[in-house]
């Protein structure tokens, strides 16, 4: 098979991690009288309970529209709230993207991301992929302590500082770990089997073919990003391979955990941003087989830098049962102000919902902008219908003009801070808090926007989304 020699590659990246991150060695020691074994080394992402697969992905593309809207919008991902509304659709709005954006959804694997990828690429299009994980595990398992949530986007095109040079594909139905219907959280079989059969039979044949189509040897491969199944797994391959790469993968699981169908994705960014021209990444994404890519680097790749930025921000979360609840681990009693339901209207939906999701205002003849859009607008100047041109508030900052932390109202994750926000525009709009600083919201504190989900319908199993205040800045970690 002849080398790759298209210009079609990687042309930007993008990355978004939760803020909370648990010490895995705190949760252990939590769990130390049951003599379970559990990861101890380094940190698991923590999303918020108004964060799933769909907002995470959302934020982790936003940095990769500066070139315009792609052809195709594509999301990945084994943990998507609803299994017959297309998360991608969402997306495109939630991104206020132009309904002639073709979108697809992949599931039902970890690598659902990389063979996403690899279809764009082959397909020679313009084109952003995004894959997103919150998943579920079971209290006292391995996993869930090991996984994390987080997400990871790709945008492709010609001219890519990241040329696609070869790739190849296994396809091996190995039954490393499942979820069913009847089992939600992830079942994990013995490692040493996977092992032994991942190495030989999936990975080492994925890599040294991929390198075959490239026209390189595999120790020709300065950086890769390999998901394993199981740990040492790219050891193996290195070793029979004679490659002496590093696996930035394992940065990622070390930092934030197991990202799932993002976590080849978020290893391929930090392994970008670390190549230098002329050198040459592998990609190889694991789940009933293995996706390899290899790719050759001719200048830096925009947001690779922020990736690698992401995993040293974040705010520790030193409680042990707040981590509990915020993975669903367990249902706490919130009371009587948790016993109601918000039902969402798909008449609704269908007349405001595309300006919900995307947070688009609208701006009068006098210039004053107004969210929701109305046709009277609030500008007591005017008293007639005006055709309003749309404002897309979602990616401007704000100020905060008033603040309120209630611990009365119900919240998953008290206390529930909302306040009135002023944009540079001149838009005021009554919106939630999240990502709380330590020391609190204050009045005149910088804000930026984030899609969360808005309400959620247990009964019914369905959520709303919209946007939410955040600090524009996060905080460093620390070194504990």
Request: proline share 5%; with cysteine; net charge neutral.
């Amino acid at each position: 098979m002849s080398g790759f020699r298209e210009t079609i590659g990687i042309t930007a990246v993008g990355g978004y991690v939760p803020l909370l991150r648990m010490d895995r060695k705190a949760a252990a020691r939590e769990l130390s009288w049951s003599g379970l074994p559990m990861p101890r080394a380094g940190m698991r992402a923590v999303a918020d309970w108004d964060e799933d697969s769909l907002t995470m992905a959302v934020e982790a593309t936003r940095d990769l529209l500066g070139d315009g809207p792609p052809d195709m919008l594509r999301f990945a991902s084994t943990s998507a709230y609803f299994t017959d509304r297309a998360q991608s659709g969402m997306m495109l709005d939630a991104l206020a993207l132009p309904r002639t954006v073709r979108t697809s959804d992949a599931a039902n694997s970890r690598r659902a991301g990389t063979t996403a990828l690899l279809d764009a690429l082959l397909g020679h299009r313009n084109e952003i992929v995004a894959a997103s994980e919150k998943r579920p595990t079971q209290p006292g398992s391995a996993a869930q302590l090991g996984f994390g949530d987080g997400a990871a986007a790709v945008r492709t095109g010609a001219n890519a500082p990241a040329r696609l040079a070869g790739y190849a594909s296994v396809t091996h139905d190995l039954v490393d770990r499942y979820t069913s219907r009847e089992h939600p959280t992830s079942y994990a079989y013995e490692e040493r089997f996977v092992r032994d059969i991942a190495v030989g039979e999936v990975m080492v044949p994925a890599v040294r073919d991929a390198c075959k189509h490239a026209g390189i040897t595999p120790d020709k491969l300065v950086h890769v990003a390999v998901h394993e199944p199981v740990g040492a797994c790219w050891r193996a391959v290195a070793k029979s391979l004679g490659c002496r790469a590093n696996n930035y993968c394992e940065v990622v699981s070390d930092a934030v955990g197991d990202l799932g169908a993002a976590h080849a994705l978020f290893g391929l960014g930090l392994a970008l941003h670390a190549a230098q021209p002329g050198e040459f990444v592998l990609m190889l994404g694991f789940g009933n087989g293995a996706d390899a890519l290899v790719f050759e680097v001719s200048g830096p790749v925009p947001g690779a830098a922020a990736m690698a930025l992401a995993l040293k921000e974040g705010q520790s979360l030193a409680s042990f049962s707040r981590f509990l609840s915020l993975t669903a681990s367990i249902d706490l009693d919130w009371g009587m102000r948790a016993e109601f339901e918000q039902k969402a209207q798909a008449t609704v939906l269908e007349r405001m919902g595309r300006d919900i999701i995307g947070f688009v205002g609208g701006r009068d003849s006098t210039g004053n902008v107004q969210f929701p859009k109305s046709a009277f607008p609030v500008n007591p100047a005017l008293s007639h219908v005006e055709v309003m041109e749309d404002v897309r508030l979602a990616d401007l900052e704000a100020t905060i003009v008033s603040v309120t932390a209630d611990r009365l109202n119900f919240s998953l994750d008290p206390p529930f801070d909302f306040g009135l926000v002023q944009f540079d525009n001149g838009a005021r709009v009554l919106m939630e808090m999240v990502n709380r600083p330590i020391e609190g919201f204050r009045v005149s504190d910088r804000v930026r926007m984030r899609l969360r989900i808005k309400a959620q319908n247990s009964r019914l199993g369905f959520r709303t989304y919209f946007w939410k205040a955040a600090p524009i800045a996060r905080p460093v970690l620390g070194d504990a």
